[in-house]
């Protein structure tokens, strides 16, 4: 693994996922989760058959619909929790990423993060 795209990556993912309330970031299985307050919405890893990738929890139905690109997969040991995994490539758009990031943030924050989040 290209340990050059995996630091542009990750610094990319981090920034994304930080700058939501109350999130911070906890190393689990050997890579890095973020966490909303204690609940895990999104993890960053490369894997030797799938390259880089960002988990998400997104819910059972967004899954469904995110699984019809072929940009996405099942998350191993999660995908019946509604998560799913993006590739992260030279390609990957970004503000898509963001996007998908607060989806899966708002899956699992408390209330007072969403109200911090929208104001």
């Given amino acids: 693994m290209n340990s050059k795209a995996y630091e542009r990556a990750l610094t990319?993912?981090?920034a994304i996922c930080l700058a939501l309330p109350e999130t911070r970031e906890v190393e689990a299985w050997g890579h890095p989760?973020?966490?909303a307050g204690k609940r895990m919405f999104?993890?960053?890893g490369a894997h030797e058959t799938e390259g880089l990738t960002l988990g998400l929890k997104v819910g059972l139905d967004r899954q469904e619909e995110l699984l019809q690109n072929d940009r996405f997969f099942p998350t191993p040991y999660a995908a019946h929790h509604g998560w799913v995994s993006l590739h992260i490539?030279?390609?990957?758009?970004w503000e898509e990423v963001?996007?998908?990031v607060r989806e899966a943030?708002?899956?699992v924050a408390l209330t007072?993060?969403?109200k911090a989040l929208d104001s």
């Fill in 12 to 14: 990319q993912v981090r």
């Fill in 33 to 35: 989760t973020f966490r």
């Fill in 42 to 44: 999104a993890g960053f």
């Fill in 89 to 93: 490539n030279n390609r990957t758009d």
């Fill in 98 to 100: 963001r996007v998908l």
């Fill in 105 to 107: 943030y708002r899956q």
């Fill in 112 to 114: 007072r993060m969403l």
